[in-house]
């Protein structure tokens, strides 16, 4: 199938500015360039094209949101110098199997500033002496090439990106809520000092309480010392008219 068919037949039911992955692959190119692709395509971050039989990048159209860009398999030699002005944000660049043989031609790839992995696999290049060296110095801005760094340590795979990503949110998250337990220790020293409060008001009622009921014996106290006073006045006043009743009826007695 022919690339520009295909393209035709991936816009069936979607428009082109909202699509973000477009996969070309094993389709033919026409004369060796890119046909059917425009600058409509102004959301796409991931672009395949390997084994189209590009010779030729010219017509590449402008995708500044391009980040990943697949280019294997084809017979690509030169004039890459078009991907730093037409895909400025590329942070991957696949161009294995193609017929790339030397340092001249990688070179145009510096203007590539947010490159971070280069894939030359497979590639004529590859055979030069210190070829990985050679890359590396020649593109600083790279951390992998053909899969690995300067440390031959393996790059890791698209989806372990996104995770680490999403992690690394969630960290900033936390750390932006602070660390846990903060505020329920904040909460319990709160509760701590308002227990406290109330204790102390339960001990200070309680002793204006013990004092009130001591006052108020005290004076139950008085009433009944009076109380008691006046019952004894009244016992001696009776007795008192007892004495006196008794000689008058003695008196009596006699006179009978």
Do not use: H, W
């Not at 060796?32 to 094209?49: A, H, R, T």
């Not at 980040?67 to 942070?91: F, H, M, Q």
């Not at 161009?95 to 340092?103: F, P, T």
């Amino acid at each position: 199938m022919e690339m520009k068919k295909r393209i035709n037949l991936e816009l069936r039911n979607r428009a082109p500015e909202k699509v973000t992955e477009l996969v070309l692959d094993n389709c033919r190119s026409s004369n060796g360039e890119i046909e059917g692709l425009n600058d409509s395509f102004k959301e796409l971050e991931f672009l395949s094209m390997a084994n189209v039989e590009l010779t030729s990048l010219a017509k590449l159209p402008t995708l500044s949101k391009l980040r990943k860009l697949e280019l294997s398999d084809n017979i690509i030699s030169g004039g890459l110098e078009v991907l730093a002005e037409r895909c400025p944000n590329l942070t991957y660049l696949n161009l294995s199997g193609n017929k790339i043989k030397d340092l001249g031609t990688v070179e145009a790839l510096q203007n590539l500033k947010n490159l971070k992995s280069l894939d030359l696999f497979n590639c004529e290049i590859t055979n030069l002496e210190d070829y990985r060296d050679s890359i590396f110095e020649l593109l600083q801005q790279i951390t992998y090439l053909d899969g690995f760094d300067q440390e031959d340590n393996e790059a890791p795979d698209s989806e372990d990106d996104d995770e680490e990503g999403d992690e690394d949110d969630d960290d900033e998250d936390e750390n932006e809520a602070g660390p846990p337990g903060e505020y329920e220790e904040e909460d319990d020293e709160d509760d701590g000092g308002s227990d406290l409060g109330e204790g102390e008001e339960e001990e200070e009622v309680g002793l204006s309480y013990l004092m009130k009921e001591e006052i108020q014996d005290e004076d139950d106290d008085d009433d009944y010392v009076e109380e008691g006073g006046d019952e004894e006045e009244e016992a001696e006043g009776v007795r008192g008219e007892k004495r006196k009743r008794d000689p008058e009826d003695e008196g009596e007695e006699e006179d009978d």
